[in-house]
């Protein structure tokens, strides 16, 4: 079946501006991650929804940060009042439960932020 | 809380040669480990995996062994090709719950 598909695939914006990121996570799969990648760096958890369990929001980097979940189906990030730093690779994940021992986490192809 | 080490990079090598990327970690339960590679231009992929001690994941030539008495899970290939240049991401999973990401090491291999 499809992949984790995240749009847009880039994304140009101005400082102060806000965005909006979106992931389809694979059909079934009750978990979804949010990362950010900097250049050269590591992933960088961001927020985590599984099922209809309150999300897991203790990557957020600050109150400018948001992401919602409709069901087990698509999440969409926002960042408000965009900033430089905010520049980074957006990634989605999902996975089949999020509670299974050695489950795996399927990427999409993230989202290329830049704030000019 | 959890975290991940690994060994810093870029490493650089000749092909055919021997890889080894050290991948070290804490955890307060008994996570399951994991290696994502990145090719380039690519999204992150599962390359291997290891749920218990003494596990051992393999994947196109690459290994891994669970190694909790060391709290290891290095990265061995005992052959690398050019294809093989990505960065690798070393990462664990407790009780299924959020992963931790090592910070990747870079490899880049020479024909």
């Known amino acids: 079946g499809a992949g984790v598909s995240q749009s847009p695939s880039n994304k140009v914006t101005e400082k102060g501006k806000d965005v909006e990121l979106r992931c389809d996570p694979i059909s079934g799969h009750t978990a979804l991650y949010w990362y950010r990648q900097r250049l050269g760096q590591g992933l960088e958890f961001l927020i985590y929804?599984?099922?209809?369990?309150?999300?897991?929001k203790s990557g957020l980097p600050s109150d400018r940060f948001s992401a919602e979940r409709t069901g087990e189906s698509v999440s969409t990030l926002t960042i408000q009042r965009t900033q430089q730093e905010d520049s980074a690779v957006y990634l989605c994940?999902?996975?089949?439960?999020?509670?299974?021992?050695?489950?795996?986490?399927?990427f999409g192809p993230g989202t290329r932020l830049l704030v000019l | 809380g959890d975290s991940v080490t690994q060994m810093e990079g870029p490493v650089t090598l000749s092909e055919e040669a021997f890889l080894t990327i050290n991948c070290t970690y804490t955890?307060?339960?008994?996570?399951?480990l994991f290696w994502y590679v990145q090719y380039p231009g690519e999204g992150l992929q599962l390359l291997l995996k290891a749920t218990k001690a003494d596990d051992k994941g393999s994947n196109k030539g690459f290994e891994a062994t669970y190694r909790k008495e060391t709290t290891s899970f290095h990265l061995e290939k005992g052959s690398v090709q050019v294809s093989d240049s990505a960065v690798y991401f070393c990462a664990l999973s407790d009780y299924g719950q959020n992963f931790v990401f090592g910070p990747g090491t870079r490899l880049s291999v020479l024909p």
């Open positions: 955890a307060t339960g008994y996570p399951s």
């Open positions: 929804f599984q099922g209809n369990s309150a999300p897991d």
């Open positions: 994940a999902s996975s089949l439960s999020g509670a299974g021992v050695g489950e795996t986490q399927y």
